[in-house]
């Protein structure tokens, strides 16, 4: 009997998932991906990005997807706002570049305001402790396009220019909207201004 409790205390544990986001203080890992900025392919490096301030990096399950496009259209808006602060906004997902180029692009998402980034095979948030999920066959976008790449849960770093992380914030957890996770950083990063 003893045995098959610990048996299923084990199969219990090992079914949960094993990831926690990053938290406040912890160093934020370096990382350089191709990216995409108004439909232009470069490679994004963290490293260089935080010698001009700090950073947000947002994660997000897919372009052209109902919480991604609002979280994608708030920060174009607020866009501005980030640059006056003095951060750098960077999207990061596992679409393939090709798609980021057309969702970096559009004008009704990230408009050319900010660039996202490929993390086709979730390596990037791995290295943040984030979950990756395998998407659902036959999944669509909102263009109707069919998904076929994993999920990155939905998490928010905001990073100083030590590459300490100042702040994470998670829909999983602090249940936030897209919108939110653009609000509460900007806050982070004016107030780091001030």
Do not use: W
């Amino acid at each position: 009997m003893k045995r098959l409790l610990v048996g299923a205390l084990l199969a219990s544990a090992l079914a949960l998932p094993a990831f926690a986001a990053l938290k406040m203080g912890e160093k934020a890992p370096d990382f350089s991906a191709p990216a995409s900025l108004a439909g232009k392919e470069f490679k994004f490096l963290l490293k260089e990005a935080l010698k001009k301030g700090p950073a947000v990096v947002y994660f997000y399950p897919s372009a052209y997807t109902q919480g991604c496009n609002i979280q994608a259209h708030t920060f174009a808006e607020d866009a501005d706002k980030f640059a006056a602060a003095g951060a750098t906004i960077i999207g990061v997902s596992q679409d393939s570049i090709a798609r980021l180029n057309q969702f970096s692009a559009d004008p009704e998402y990230c408009a050319g305001k900010f660039p996202v980034a490929s993390d086709a095979d979730g390596a990037i948030a791995k290295t943040y402790n984030l979950n990756v999920r395998e998407g659902k066959p036959g999944m669509k976008d909102s263009k109707g396009n069919e998904i076929d790449h994993a999920f990155t849960e939905r998490t928010t770093f905001v990073i100083s220019q030590d590459n300490k992380i100042l702040a994470t914030l998670s829909s999983a957890d602090d249940k936030i909207t897209p919108a939110d996770h653009v609000e509460k950083s900007l806050a982070i990063v004016q107030d780091l201004k001030k």
